[in-house]
């Protein structure tokens, strides 16, 4: 009995709610204070209905600005969980700005699918006017690159910006959940109901194809054990931009640019730098091929 319990709610979280994927919470890992170089925080009205929570933190260490980086965190924690995965970037001469989605850390309301879509828009009508910046990027976490993907074409402001980054991401929701589910009690028989059941809508790889001009580049652990890297090369194929892949070893899943991997800092730095009209990296950026998957 307690077997088919479990079973039973298994099953009906991953294919019958449509919205497994998320957990967020409100703990704080750091706070204002801790920080040595100038930060804003304040709140933007979404059109889910929510306030979201955003921080954007300003480099010191060069008289210039190279640009603004965009993050979108994964499904889980709040910013000051996920932060990590991208601030090392004001040492290299980039502002970056972080947000909450709905329901995570200070940001109201409840996470769903919708909602976070509609929180991806509102944070692209945002940010699309800073035009002081001789370059935006946006980078897309796990599930964040899941966002991004479906809000770019949606928003219709791809042209403001230069770059799109994707890591440890996948191509549609059905398939996450037959991933996820995989790893549960009973793996092998929820699997095939939460992809059978779970919806497609919104997923990365209907929606990325509309896609037009913005260079795209895609990042997943040869090793994630979360999400398989086969995921995110369906979704590669799907990209009808400029596009390159790299296929990075001995990390895990959207732990690639964490400090712990400096050399994986190194090489999405050098594909920053190659759309960035500041660059004096002329000799690495040479290097840099689009339209080939790469192995590191």
Known sequence: MKKLLIFTLALCLLACSNSPFYAPNDKINYHLGDFIHPVSSGFLLSDSGNTLHLQTHYQTRFNYTKGL?????????????????????????????????????RSTGYPSR??????????????????????????????GGAIISAALPASQLEGHYDTLILDS??????????????KLPFGSIISLFAKLFISDDLSPAKEIKKLKRIPIV??????DSLIPIERSLLLYQEINTQKAYWA????????TFTDRFPRHQKTLLTVIDSFNPTSDNKEEISRIKLNNIHFQ
């Open 69 to 105: 980086v965009i993050h979108f965190h994964g499904n889980s924690g709040n910013l000051t969980q996920t932060i990590e995965k991208v601030l090392w970037l004001i040492e290299q001469g980039y502002d970056v700005l972080i947000f909450d989605y709905s329901g995570y850390g």
């Open 114 to 143: 919708e909602a976070l879509h509609a929180d991806a828009l509102s944070i692209l009508r945002y940010t699309h006017t800073m035009d002081d910046y001789p370059q935006k990027i946006l980078i897309g976490t796990s599930m």
């Open 169 to 182: 991401t996948f191509d549609t929701y059905p398939n996450l959940g037959y991933d996820v589910a995989s």
């Open 218 to 223: 895609v990042f997943h652990c040869i090793q």
């Open 248 to 255: 990075m070893t001995n990390c895990k899943h959207a732990r």
